[in-house]
């Protein structure tokens, strides 16, 4: 074959490959390569401080190579904080950072040097556990915290010195449970507050005094269900409210009275979904809206009308995949935002074409002048194939120059 006619066809072959190369980066942003403190086990959910740290929980006993039981704490530059080391002895499902306090909830019985069940409040400078102890008799799935209360979701049926079936709110200041008693009917997987109301999540089907199949919205003074009914047919992971609209995801099919597979957008106000159908093929953990763009984490390998491995970012919109895919092996589980920073937890050990171990942090992709860039760059292999190809080419018009 002639020497013009392979490396044409190694250029052509380029061109359709490139794009495939490049998929990995997008206008949501591009993987940090200075982050990167490698988690040994699960990450179940990441916080981020004001000052720009990092707390991360799970099921991990190693992190940046040292040992950090199921909770640590990352700095800015990616390096580990060696003076927070609460040392959980089981997992942990849920961190909320209020202040110089970080809340935690799981199934651990000691934590912060203290016997501490399931639940416990940590002195953000030293992770040693304050005197606030509600004392939860199983595990806490869900924090939230506004003012002095601090709401909790779970499989428990005791907690703050009351009877409290997997749902309570607990007074900030002293632990004890307060008279507000939904009394759910099994567990709680996610809880977010909004004003007056305290949006519910889980597997429950009676919630607040009537039957709410998997998700429910609570009156915050008395604990009573409001009429809000969007009635899922199966299990609610994660709520995210977002002025009108309560984005919700888990493994149901059905919710609001239409047909969503495991994510939808539903009228604050009516409970109904709206038009918004991103129709995931696997469960949805993890949702963030962030102005236009709702992040989301999950098992699932399409969404969007895309091709999406466990992570994606959808149009607030159409509900349609935008161009960022990173791509994750495996399950994410958590996704937090600081302006056009994600951050990202799970069970992946790559994503974004790299290696990182169950913690990534994507940062906005830089073009000339300090702008965001809004197209995708090539990855190193690209530009070692376009640089092997254009030697290949200047080669060969040597060598038929030479033939003349």
């Known amino acids: 074959m002639p020497v013009w006619s392979w490396v044409w066809r190694l250029m052509l072959a380029t061109l359709l490959v490139l794009p495939l190369m490049s998929r990995h980066a997008g206008a949501q942003g591009v993987l940090d390569a200075g982050f990167d403190p490698q988690a040994n086990g699960t990450v179940n959910e990441v916080v981020v401080q004001a000052d720009g740290k990092t707390i991360i929980v799970g099921a991990f006993s190693t992190v940046a190579g040292q040992a950090r039981n199921n909770i640590a704490r990352i700095n800015a530059d990616g390096s580990l904080d060696m003076g927070f080391n609460p040392d959980a002895n089981g997992i942990i499902q849920s961190v909320v950072i209020v202040g110089g306090t970080v809340y935690v909830g799981g199934a651990f019985t000691n934590i912060g ?92 089907t009676s919630i607040g005094g009537q039957t709410r199949n998997r998700i429910a919205a609570l009156d915050a003074a008395t604990g009573l269900a409001t009429a809000w009914d969007p009635n899922a047919n199966n299990g609610v992971n994660s709520i995210a409210a977002v002025g009108s609209t309560v984005y919700a995801g888990g493994v149901f099919s059905g919710i609001g009275g239409q047909t969503r597979n495991r994510i939808a957008a539903l009228d604050a106000a009516t409970g109904l979904a709206t038009a918004w159908d991103p129709n995931a093929n696997n469960a949805v953990n993890s949702i963030a809206a962030v102005g236009s763009t709702v992040y989301v984490g999950g098992a699932f ?63 906005p992709a830089a073009a000339p002048g300090g702008t965001v860039a809004s197209v995708p760059t090539l990855s190193a292999g690209g530009l070692v194939l376009l640089a092997g190809l254009v030697a290949a080419f200047a080669l060969a018009v040597s060598r038929k120059g030479n033939q003349r």
Do not use: C, E, H, K
């Open 301 to 363: 390998t399409s969404i969007g009308g895309q091709p999406r491995n466990r992570i994606a970012a959808l149009d607030g919109t159409t509900g349609l995949a935008t161009s960022w895919d990173p791509d994750a092996n495996s399950a994410v589980n958590s996704i937090a935002t600081v302006g056009s920073t994600v951050y990202v937890g799970g069970a992946f050990t790559t994503i974004s074409g790299q290696a990182r171990n169950r913690i990534a942090r994507f940062a």
């Open 113 to 204: 040097g203290q016997v501490r069940n399931r639940i416990a409040a940590l002195d953000g400078a030293t992770g040693l556990a304050t005197a606030w102890n509600p004392n939860a008799n199983t595990t806490v799935n869900s924090i939230a915290v506004v003012g002095s209360t601090v709401y909790v979701g779970g499989a428990f049926t005791s907690i703050g010195g009351q009877a409290r079936n997997r749902i309570a709110a607990l007074d900030a200041a002293t632990g004890l449970a307060t008279a507000w008693n939904p009394n759910a009917n099994t567990f709680v997987n996610s809880i977010a507050v909004v004003g007056s109301t305290v949006y519910a999540g889980g597997a429950f």
